[in-house]
């Protein structure tokens, strides 16, 4: 399936994210009906993390991930990453210390060098998600946990056709509402239709090397939460 330009070209990947970056926090939290965060706290606190780990919070955003791992571990050294200086300069006026703009595909650090590794929202928009998904593996110490959350498609093609025509009306009125463009939201169906189901990505993450792999499904299995462990 031929993907979005947004996810061909990197410069339109940055200028959309850099349009939606001021709304972002409230669209985000508006469209998951409140749940957003609550998801990202289960994200958190039941990925196991050691007392004073190194993260990196990878196509961070407004540094959700970085937040709340800071409020329960003071002792994390967490590094937030992103494609997009907008979202990044709101993300250290938050708090986040450390932020690097990086592309996901090509993470400018060591290998075996975090604890976790926590992607919100992330991996749609990575152009080819098995390469992001070896390239994490590849940052992650033995026994890291990856962490993901994001939308996945319904394995039930009347309920993924369904999934999608309410997400490209709720998208097209926010992005309308929101930035005067109703594209600017509805990239997240047409970013989806080229992407998995949450068990798909679970066989992907089996077959790229990671192991004790874990999944929370919601809303029927268009959001799913994903813990992961890198092998030995």
């Not at 339109?12 to 957003?36: E, Q, V």
């Not at 791992?69 to 967490?78: E, H, M, S």
């Amino acid at each position: 399936m031929t993907l979005p330009p947004e996810k061909r070209d990197l410069s339109l990947m940055r200028k959309m994210f850099g349009r939606i970056a001021p709304r972002y926090d409230f669209f985000t939290h508006a469209f998951s009906y409140g749940m957003d965060p609550g998801w990202k706290r289960q994200a958190v606190e039941s990925a196991g993390l050691p007392t004073e780990p190194a993260i990196l919070d990878l196509a961070c955003g407004t540094g959700d991930f970085s937040k709340l791992i800071a409020r329960r571990l003071p002792g994390a050294k967490i590094v937030a990453a992103d494609l997009t200086p907008g979202m990044l300069r709101l993300a250290r006026q938050g708090g986040v210390e450390q932020v690097v703009c990086a592309d996901a595909m090509r993470l400018p650090f060591r290998d075996g060098v975090f604890d976790g590794v926590f992607v919100g929202y992330g991996l749609r928009n990575f152009p080819r998600l098995e390469d992001a998904v070896q390239e994490i593996r590849r940052v992650l110490r033995p026994g890291g946990v990856f962490v993901s959350l994001d939308f996945f498609l319904p394995t039930n093609p009347v309920l993924r056709r369904i999934y999608l025509g309410c997400l490209y009306v709720q998208g097209g009125f926010w992005g309308l509402l929101l930035h005067g463009s109703p594209r600017t939201y509805t990239y997240i169906p047409d970013s989806l239709r080229s992407f998995v189901s949450a068990e798909a990505f679970r066989s992907l993450l089996a077959g790229a090397g990671y192991t004790e792999v874990r999944l929370r499904k919601f809303l029927f299995g268009g959001i799913a939460l994903y813990w992961a462990a890198r092998d030995h």
